[in-house]
């Protein structure tokens, strides 16, 4: 019964999750992060964006957690952002875990006696 919990709590977490990435500006805007600290002036330069609306989707991503802020020591005006590493982890753990192939399994369907549901991998044919 733990397993299932855990298995629900997880697809309630990969839902959540893949709600807040399948944004294309959202994932734009973490490419960018990915290359390194980012203000929202060079975001929006990069993207062709309007400030508000990055504002919006860092918002969303910072929220999540995804992405965190810090302020100028010497200009509070001027934030960078940069990505959360340690989220970015726990979220390409949870995507990897619930995408392993390793978890597909041969079984037979009980409605169908003639159907097996495990066929072999298609193996790659190398010509010399």
Not at 8 to 13: H, I, T, V
Not at 28 to 57: F, R
Not at 61 to 71: F, K, N, Y
Request: net charge negative; proline share 5%; with cysteine.
């Amino acid at each position: 019964m733990e397993a299932l919990i855990d298995r629900q709590d997880q697809a309630q977490l990969l839902t959540e999750w893949l709600r807040i990435l399948s944004e294309p500006r959202r994932l734009a805007i973490l490419n960018l992060l990915m290359q390194g600290v980012q203000c929202n002036c060079e975001l929006g330069d990069k993207l062709n964006m309007a400030p508000n609306l990055i504002s919006h989707h860092l918002g969303v991503l910072r929220e999540a957690g995804l992405v965190q802020a810090e302020r100028d020591p010497s200009d509070a005006r001027w934030i960078y952002y940069s990505i959360n590493r340690e989220v970015l982890d726990e979220i390409n753990a949870l995507l990897s875990s619930f995408f392993d192939p390793a978890r597909i399994q041969c079984r037979s369907l009980s409605c169908r006696p003639a159907f097996a549901s495990c066929r072999a991998k298609p193996t790659t044919v190398v010509e010399s």
